[in-house]
């Protein structure tokens, strides 16, 4: 008898001719008549409640350690790419087809916000994603669009979330996600990548009601843009402050935590108004002096990244929320019998409710999808061993 998990992979396993064909005849582009739900783990664990097994997704599970992605993005412009809801529905579904992931993240991309405000944002090759005019000065704040129509400018993001709720046929569900205003304020001033993020906080030091003006803009659009991820068919939604780490603590509390605050009430709020109930995501990473403020920051789940003791995690946040994370990365490049030892070691770390599986940070592109795939059998068979013996 076959393996209804190994049955379902099937049902994803058409040519990508055959899909490109059907995508021409069927696309859906309103948010009704979504397929029911099968496989809610991810959901229940979000919200505490008795999971069969800890569910487990991946950061950057939809990327170029992926042959199929290399093969779909070969020649394309990345930000082009990013424009199309086929594109991004395909490339969301990609790892569905090789892995039994409990949860899909749609393909997306932070820097979408920048250039909704008006901004041009370019991926260049070997360098990642370039500004080619950062905001230098306070006046530079002029460029920008003061009031956004997020409809229109992001509204290819929310074809792709109803386009894949409906390929997805209800296997898993699926996140929207964003970047943080902080970390997106440290992009659009930085022109990029940064080792110190110089630029950048030297606004907070030197132009502190600049840099809070221009973080209270984008968590105007932030909120508009999670908002309509959910009408669009988003079942969760992540929140990446990547680069809170550049932060100390007192710069964290200042420019960071509010904003990160109002969004989750902004959002629920209007949420609570709609009757929708969509479980939310902080990811601070390298922010392990804020535990305890995130955990009580309206998110149900905190992300954490692979330099913060599980235990310590559960005893800092004192059960008030759900935990996601955080094997390192690296860990993948391990032989596969010793990535099954650290995951047991990871989920003996958090235990088995009110967690999800992830990793401390994003795969990388050189990892073996095969150790992906060992990751995260190793969190389906050690958990539920786990739970049996509660």
């Known amino acids: ?14 040519s990508t001719d055959k899909r490109l064909m059907l995508n021409q005849f069927f696309v859906p582009s309103s948010p009704k008549d979504f397929p029911q739900l099968q496989n809610d783990t991810f959901l229940r664990a979000a919200r505490g409640e008795e999971t069969e097994h800890v569910p487990v997704w991946c950061m950057r599970q939809a990327g170029r350690y992926l042959p199929e992605f ?8 990345f930000f082009d790419t990013c424009r199309s809801p ?6 969301t579904l990609q790892p569905l087809r090789r892995f039994p992931f ?8 932070i820097l979408v916000i920048p250039q909704a405000l008006g901004m041009e944002v370019q991926m260049v090759a070997g360098k990642g994603p370039t500004f080619p005019e950062p905001l230098k000065e306070p006046e530079d704040l002029q460029r920008l669009q003061a009031k956004v129509d997020v409809a229109k400018e992001l509204g290819y993001v929310f074809k792709a979330i109803t386009l894949t709720r409906h390929k997805i046929e209800g296997k898993v569900p699926l996140i929207g996600f964003t970047g943080a205003p902080w970390t997106l304020m440290s992009y659009m001033i930085e022109g990029g990548g940064s080792n110190t993020h110089s630029k950048a906080k030297r606004w907070l030091y030197r132009h502190p009601e600049a840099s809070h003006m221009l973080l209270r803009m ?13 009408a669009a068919g988003a079942q969760a939604l992540q929140v990446f402050e990547s680069h809170a780490g550049i932060l100390g603590p007192a710069e964290f509390k200042e420019f960071s935590l509010p904003y990160l605050r109002d969004i989750a009430r902004r959002v629920k709020d209007k949420l609570k108004e709609a009757g929708k109930d969509v ?6 990473k390298d922010a392990h002096y804020g535990l305890e403020d995130l955990s009580q920051s309206n998110y149900e789940v905190v992300g954490l990244d692979w330099t913060i003791d599980p235990r310590s995690a559960r005893e800092r946040t004192g059960g008030k929320v759900s935990l996601q994370g955080n094997m390192d990365p690296c860990a993948l490049y391990a032989p596969k019998e010793r990535i099954s030892d650290i995951v047991k070691k990871m989920l003996e770390g958090f235990g088995t409710r009110g ?5 401390g ?10 150790h992906v795939g060992a990751f995260v059998e190793s969190v389906h068979q050690h958990s539920k061993q786990m739970i049996k013996q509660i």
């Open 102 to 109: 409990d949860a899909a993240i749609i393909f997306s991309d």
């Open 355 to 359: 967690y999800i599986a992830n990793l």
């Open 279 to 284: 479980p939310m995501i902080v990811f601070a």
């Open 70 to 77: 290399r093969e779909s993005r070969a020649g394309k412009d």
């Open 86 to 91: 086929e594109a991004c529905c395909e490339l």
């Open 361 to 370: 940070h994003g795969l990388y592109p050189d990892m073996d999808p095969e």
């Open 218 to 230: 984008l968590t105007d659009v932030i909120v508009e843009y999670l908002l309509g991820q959910v």
């Open 1 to 14: 008898m076959e393996n209804p998990k190994d049955e379902s992979r099937k049902c994803f396993s058409v």
